[in-house]
């Protein structure tokens, strides 16, 4: 594969995933490529894309990847099936918490978190991310708790056991240095 070949196919990545316009500068500064080597990729990809849903657009000196207006009414429609995922700091801990612990009672995600978790399971189950698996065998029969298929796409994982080891997260690993 040429080096031109490889630039663009890194330029074209880091367009995909950035949420803001960038420069020739910016690319180059991100790549470590020539500015005259990203503006070449740059006009290959305006060109590859031109006739494609997606476009790579310059907009005031930056680039970008926009959706191409003649199928903008499609997207707007599409968009209104999806929903986005905003989950507060308390509401991604109980969803850990579940994830890792499930079934679990409500008492004892309350337990492991020391706050009520009335509303955020509510709003968990609104948003199908945890459903109900159950009911507890034992006094009062609490309702179960545990992820659902949402939560697996949500996430982008295949399965329960996807989910990342909790004993080697980066916070993990400082909150235990820092007992040392």
Request: glycine fraction near 8%; include cysteine; aromatic fraction near 8%.
């Amino acid at each position: 594969m040429s080096d031109e070949f490889i630039a663009k196919r890194i330029i074209e990545g880091i367009l995909f995933l950035s949420a803001n316009p960038l420069t020739i500068k910016d690319l180059s500064d991100v790549t470590g490529f020539k500015p005259s080597l990203v503006s070449y990729c740059l006009k290959e990809l305006v060109e590859d894309y031109e006739a494609r849903g997606i476009q790579v657009k310059a907009i005031a000196g930056a680039y970008r990847m926009l959706t191409n207006p003649d199928i903008a009414p499609y997207v707007e429609k599409f968009s209104t099936y999806t929903r986005g995922v905003t989950l507060s700091r308390a509401a991604l801990e109980t969803l850990a918490v579940i994830a890792y612990r499930q079934p679990i009672t409500r008492g004892e995600i309350e337990e492991i978190r020391g706050v009520n978790v009335d509303g955020i399971i509510s709003k968990l189950i609104d948003m199908r991310l945890i459903r109900i698996e159950g009911r507890a065998i034992r006094p009062g029969r609490p309702v179960l708790f545990g992820t659902s298929n949402d939560f697996l796409k949500t996430f982008g994982l295949n399965s329960l056991s996807n989910l990342p080891d909790p004993d080697k997260t980066e916070n993990n690993q400082e909150s235990k240095e820092g007992r040392l």
